[in-house]
C-alpha cells in the first residue's frame, strides 16, 4: 500500500455516525445554550433583584454561582467522559441542565434561586468540552477543520447575542423565559442524542480526588476573588488575601501533584505538548480579550450613548457576523496558510480595532461603533480555528476531552481575569479623570466663574448638575479608552509567544493528519 492509498484508509472519523448533519445541530445547540447562559441572564438580573426580594450585592450570586459550578466541575469532564461514555454524560449533563433551568424558572426567591443556579452550572460544565470532542470523534481528520469552525461560531457567537435575547426575553415577556426557553430546546437535543449517538467506547480509570479537589479550590477562590473583590474595595479586605493566598496555595500544589502522582486528573502528556500548552495560553487571552470587550460595549453604549438594552444588543451583532464570515473562511484557508500566522494575523486585527476604539468620542454615532466591531469579528474568527489546530493536531484521540476541558476552562478563566480587569481600571480611571477635569475648570476656560454659580438658586444648581454630568461624561469616556489602549497592549504583548509554537500539520482534503507528520 502507497503512502497515499495509507493515509486515504486512514481517513476515517474516530466514530461513524447516521444522519451527521442532524447530530451536528443538536449537539451545537445544546452547547450554545450553555454558552448563552453563562451572559444571558445579565441583563434581567434588575428584574430579578425585585421579584425575588433581593439586594443589588447578594443578586450577583446568581451569575457567581453559576461560573463556579461550571469551574469546579470541568476539571472531571475527562475523568467521568472516560468511565461513563461521552455518550451517557452528555445526555445525563443535558438533562441536569434542562431541568435546572425550569427550575430557575419557577425559583421563588433568591436562596432557591442559586441552587438551581449551581445545578444548571454542575449541568453546563460538560456540555462545552463534550460537544468539541464529538465533533472531532464524527468527522474524518480532513474534515476536522470545518468541524472547528462550526464549534468556534457557537463558543464565540453565544456570549454576543446572549444579552441581546436576554434583554428582548426581559422586556416583552417576563425574566423567568431566560430559563424556560431552554426547556423545549433542551428536550429537542436530547431526542436527537438519544437516537443518533453511538456509544463510543469506555476506558477503566481511577479517579485523582486530591487532584480533582485542588483544582476545585484553586479556580473557585481565583473566581470569588474576582467576583467579590470590586464588592469589598480589593486587597484592602482580609477576605481577597484569603482568596488570593488559596488560589496560589491550590495552583502551585496542583502542579507538583500532576508531575508526581501516578494517576493526575489532568494527563502529563497533554502538559507535555508545547503546542497544546500554547494553545491554553492563547485561548486564555482571547477569552480575555473577548469578553472584556463584550462586558464594555453594553455598559458604554448605555451610559454614555443612552442606547437601550435591545438597540445595544443589535449594534453589537456585527461583531457576531464578523466571526460567522471568517470562521467559515478559516477552515479552507487554512489548507493552505501556516496556522500560527493566522493567529497572529488576526490578533493584529484585534490589536487594530482597539487602536481605533481609542479615538471614540461622546458625540460619535453608532457607525464606527457597527464597523469597528465587524473588523473585530473578522480577527476573532482568525484566532479561534486556528488555535484549536495548533492544541490539537498533536494530541492523540484519547485526550480530546481532556484537552477540551482544559481549553475552555482556559478560556473562562481569561473571561473572569479580563472582565475583572477592565472593570477596575475602569473604575479608577473614573475617579482619576473626574478629579483632573475638574481642576481645569476655572473662569479662564468657562463663560463664568463656576463657583459663583450657587448664588443663582436653583438655577445654579441645574448649571452645577449639568456642569458635573459634561465633566462625569467625558471622564467616563476616557476611562473606556484606557480600557481600549490596555487590551490593545495584552494583544501586542501576546504574540511573541507564537515562535514557541511548533509548526502545526495543515488538514488536506482526503489525507489524515497523522500520515503528514514527519
Not at 486564555?284 to 448605555?302: D, E, K
Amino acid at each position: 500500500m502507497t503512502p497515499a492509498d495509507k493515509a486515504h484508509a486512514e481517513d476515517r472519523p474516530q466514530l461513524v455516525v447516521r444522519h451527521k448533519a442532524i447530530l451536528t445541530i443538536a449537539i451545537m445547540t445544546a452547547m450554545v445554550m450553555q454558552v448563552l447562559d453563562t451572559t444571558v441572564a445579565n441583563v434581567a438580573l434588575p428584574r430579578m433583584q425585585s421579584s425575588l426580594g433581593a439586594t443589588q450585592e447578594s443578586i450577583s450570586w446568581v451569575l457567581t454561582s453559576y461560573i463556579l459550578a461550571t469551574a469546579v466541575m470541568i476539571p472531571l469532564a475527562g475523568w467521568l467522559s472516560s468511565r461513563f461514555g461521552t455518550r451517557n454524560l452528555l445526555l445525563v449533563s443535558l438533562v441536569m441542565f434542562v431541568g435546572a433551568s425550569a427550575l430557575c424558572g419557577l425559583a421563588a426567591n433568591l436562596t432557591s434561586m442559586v441552587l438551581f443556579r449551581v445545578a444548571q452550572g454542575v449541568g453546563g460544565a460538560f456540555l462545552a468540552p463534550l460537544a468539541q470532542t464529538i465533533m472531532l470523534d464524527i468527522n474524518k481528520p480532513s474534515d476536522q477543520a470545518k468541524a472547528m469552525s462550526i464549534y468556534g461560531m457557537g463558543i464565540m457567537v453565544g456570549p454576543i447575542i446572549g444579552p441581546m435575547l436576554g434583554g428582548y426575553l426581559t422586556e416583552n415577556l417576563d425574566w423567568r423565559w431566560v430559563f424556560f426557553i431552554n426547556v423545549p430546546i433542551g428536550v429537542a437535543c436530547i431526542s436527537t442524542l438519544w437516537f443518533l449517538l453511538p456509544h463510543p467506547p469506555r476506558i477503566a480509570r481511577r479517579i485523582d480526588i486530591w487532584g480533582w479537589g485542588l483544582a476545585a479550590v484553586a479556580v473557585s477562590t481565583l473566581q470569588l476573588l474576582l467576583d467579590r473583590g470590586q464588592t469589598v474595595d480589593w486587597f484592602s479586605a482580609t477576605e481577597s488575601w484569603i482568596y488570593l493566598g488559596l488560589t496560589i496555595s491550590a495552583f502551585w500544589m496542583l502542579g507538583v501533584h500532576t508531575f508526581t502522582s501516578r494517576n493526575p486528573i489532568f494527563s502529563r502528556d497533554l502538559l507535555k505538548d508545547r503546542n497544546f500548552v500554547a494553545g491554553m495560553f492563547f485561548m486564555l487571552i482571547t477569552g480575555l480579550v473577548m469578553m472584556a470587550v463584550m462586558a464594555l460595549l453594553p455598559l458604554m453604549m448605555q451610559t454614555i450613548y443612552g442606547y437601550p438594552v435591545i438597540d445595544s444588543g443589535e449594534i453589537m451583532a456585527s461583531r457576531g457576523i464578523g466571526m460567522l464570515i471568517t470562521m467559515a473562511l478559516a477552515g479552507r484557508i487554512i489548507r493552505r496558510v501556516d496556522a500560527r500566522m493566522l493567529v497572529a494575523f488576526g490578533f493584529m486585527i484585534v490589536a487594530f480595532t482597539l487602536w481605533e476604539m481609542t479615538g471614540w468620542t461622546v458625540e460619535m454615532g453608532a457607525g464606527p461603533i457597527i464597523r469597528t466591531g465587524f473588523i473585530q469579528g473578522l480577527g476573532m474568527g482568525f484566532i479561534f480555528l486556528p488555535l484549536n489546530v495548533i492544541s490539537f493536531t498533536t494530541l492523540p484521540p484519547i485526550l480530546r476531552t481532556e484537552a477540551s476541558a482544559l481549553i475552555n476552562l482556559s478560556r473562562n478563566i481569561g473571561s473572569s481575569v479580563g472582565i475583572a480587569a477592565v472593570t477596575v481600571l475602569l473604575a479608577r480611571s473614573v475617579q482619576i479623570n473626574h478629579s483632573d477635569l475638574s481642576e481645569k475648570l476655572t473662569p479662564a476656560n468657562l463663560p463664568m466663574d463656576p463657583s459663583q454659580l450657587g448664588a443663582y438658586g436653583r438655577l445654579g444648581d441645574v448649571g452645577i448638575t449639568m456642569l458635573d454630568n459634561i465633566v462625569n461624561q467625558q471622564a467616563i469616556m476616557i476611562a473606556y479608552i484606557n480600557d481600549f489602549k490596555f487590551m490593545m497592549i495584552v494583544c501586542l504583548l501576546a504574540l511573541p509567544a507564537l515562535f514557541l509554537v511548533q509548526k502545526p500539520q495543515r488538514p488536506r482534503e482526503g489525507e489524515h493528519v497523522e500520515a503528514m507528520m514527519e
